[in-house]
């Protein structure tokens, strides 16, 4: 199985940050075999198109996949809406995740926003090896230090006024001090100026990089095109990659902006 | 268990369930779900002569009971498709339509061509996709266009032909009846209607390509009524769709003159849609006592 559609329950919900949303579904197939960086389908009751989400925490042992999310529409605010005990009607797990590299002695997890939550899965497999920066608008919107830290990952918070965490700014004056000293791979994801700005920097100074991109799609899967990514081949050739099926990680030189 | 058998141009679908072109890619993805040999068959993603690499994202925008989309027609070509796809196709039992396009009535007259080379079941010209400058649209709104692009893909091919219809035009049925006369097989439609939304905060349209093709349960009146309009104007058999999210919408399309139908939309809500509408026609016909699907077919009585 590559993956399924099913309806799952919540064991777990939270709000974690104003408008932002942890929830807990116990669906131990896709616990089995989700992936760092992976997504899941989700249909909010009455809607259409599915909403694109992605995995914040896999527990296999537990059957468990935790996911985080912000209210960005009806759609979303719809699913904020259920509570331990509804059931959310999911295909998962979709995509393609991040490269996981056994020996890596120093990784940096750049997340911005709601693009923290896919760095949780990252620093549970690298631990202590892990540096984690997270860049956030402002204080209410800060999430998940605590959860990285409890992972082992050494976090550095910025936000863009200075609300919170040790920088005031964004996340790349952290992230070129780090690079400066050596790191074996950068993996970023977070607003698309964000996710320019950390390639650009990793490019510069050859660092390998992953980026987990988002894209408004229709079926997660593969079949429709709609989530479609402009990208440079090893030949220098342009193509359109799709973010649910190719991605949502791609390699930071392969994406043209 | 009714029996939801039908012909269409001599080809036999063990039901009348089809996903449409564009939703279901060349199977390979749904087929994580289900085996293939459920559905009456499948029509595959629309290929053109030479790659395309389609429009820039966004090109999906959600709309009430419905959703925009401008793919803007990117496949890997003919020659891709039939050595890379088709072969792994025609081996899941299930009627295969090869959707075609092309920018001009030669081209798709090429496209044809190949395919009368392989084993694959039914061809169904696109002359109606809203997402490409050349061809596609422009075909389907004129009447001598439709007939012209069709009489050349007649003259290229000895398979059942079936023509998918525009429904942004005046009359459906002048089109219709234009395709009969130039050696349609069969109509399909109807094809989205064209659409558009804005982000009223930064004054862009959602889609890239600023305008998109609407489909979903929005459309769904649209289809019954187009579908209605040309089972009563032409004589050659109807393939319907458009919105169609149940059992219960296919039966309604089948009345109104289809004589199978199409899903889109519906399989990206629920990956299981055409399942479950083929499931839901069945529980129909049992509850009305109707032991054939073929019965139902234009039984729509007016007042």
Redesign the interface.
């Known amino acids: 199985?590559?993956?399924?559609?099913g309806s799952y329950p919540i064991v777990e919900k939270s709000a974690i940050a104003q408008d932002t949303f942890s929830f807990t579904l116990l669906c131990p197939e896709v616990a089995k075999i989700a992936q760092a960086g992976q997504f899941v389908h989700i249909?909010p009751k009455g809607?259409?198109?599915?909403r694109p989400i992605s995995i914040a925490g896999i527990d296999p042992e537990a059957g468990t996949l935790r996911l985080v999310f912000a209210i960005r529409g009806k759609?979303t605010d719809a699913l904020a809406g259920l509570n331990q005990g509804d059931y959310m009607?999911m295909?998962a797990p979709l995509g393609h995740g991040f490269t996981l590299m056994p020996e890596a002695q120093h990784v940096v997890l750049v997340g911005g926003g709601i693009g923290v939550p896919p760095m949780l899965p990252l620093a549970r497999y690298y631990g202590s090896r892990a540096t984690a920066i997270s860049g956030f608008r402002s204080f209410p919107q800060v999430i998940l230090q605590e959860d990285l830290e409890a992972l082992g990952a050494q976090t550095i918070c910025c936000t863009e006024d200075g609300s919170a965490g040790a920088v005031k700014g964004f996340v790349t004056t952290p992230l070129e001090q780090l690079l400066s000293e050596g790191v074996d791979a950068v993996y970023a994801c977070g607003p698309t100026p964000m996710l320019m700005a950390v390639a650009d920097v990793c490019l510069r100074t050859g660092t390998y990089c992953e980026i987990s991109l988002e894209?408004?799609?229709?079926?997660?899967?593969?079949?429709?095109?709609?989530?479609?990514?402009?990208t440079k081949n090893e030949n220098g050739e342009?193509?359109?990659l799709h973010v649910c099926?190719n991605g949502p990680v791609f390699k930071a030189e392969e994406v043209q902006w | 268990m009714a029996d939801l058998s039908v012909n269409i141009c001599g080809v036999e679908f063990k039901n009348p369930i089809i996903p449409a072109s564009?939703?279901?890619?060349y199977g390979?993805?749904?087929e994580?779900?289900y085996p293939l040999s459920k559905l009456g068959g499948i029509a595959t993603?629309g290929t053109t002569g030479a790659k395309r690499?389609?429009?820039?994202?966004?090109?999906?925008?959600?709309t009430p009971?419905?959703?925009l989309?401008s793919?803007g027609l990117?496949n890997p070509g003919i020659d891709a498709f039939i050595e890379k796809e088709l072969p792994n196709l025609l081996t899941k039992d299930t009627v295969i339509l090869a959707n075609i396009a092309g920018a001009t009535a030669e081209e798709c007259a090429e496209v044809a061509a190949k395919l009368e080379q392989t084993d694959v079941h039914m061809i169904e010209l696109n002359i109606s996709c809203p997402n490409v400058k050349q061809g596609g649209a422009a075909f389907g709104t004129s009447c001598d266009m439709a007939a012209q692009v069709t009489s050349a893909v007649r003259k290229a091919t000895t398979k059942p032909l079936v023509v998918k219809l525009s429904p942004n035009v005046t009359s459906i049925t002048d089109i219709a009846k234009a395709v009969e006369a130039a050696g349609a097989d069969a109509v399909s439609l109807i094809n989205t209607l064209l659409g558009m939304r804005i982000d009223i905060r930064k004054r862009r349209p959602?889609l890239h390509n600023n305008v998109g093709g609407l489909s979903?349960?929005a459309i769904f009146p649209v289809a019954v009524r187009m579908v209605w309009q040309v089972a009563n104007a032409v004589n050659i058999p109807i393939i319907g769709m458009g919105g169609v999210t149940t059992g219960e919408d296919a039966i309604e399309l089948m009345e109104a003159g289809a004589s199978a139908v199409q899903v889109g939309?519906a399989?990206?809500?629920?990956?299981?849609a055409p399942i479950k509408i083929i499931e839901g026609m069945n529980d129909f016909l049992d509850e009305q006592g109707i032991s054939s699907v073929r019965d139902i077919v234009g039984t729509v009585q007016p007042w």
Request: net charge positive; charged share 20%.
């Open positions: 199985m590559k993956y399924t559609q249909l809607y259409g198109l599915r759609g009607d295909i894209e408004r799609m229709a079926c997660g899967v593969g079949a429709c095109l709609g989530c479609a990514c402009k342009e193509q359109f099926k | 564009g939703v279901f890619g390979r993805e749904y994580e779900f993603k690499t389609g429009n820039i994202a966004p090109r999906i925008a959600e009971a419905g959703m989309n793919v990117q959602i979903g349960p939309m399989c990206f809500t629920d990956p299981f």
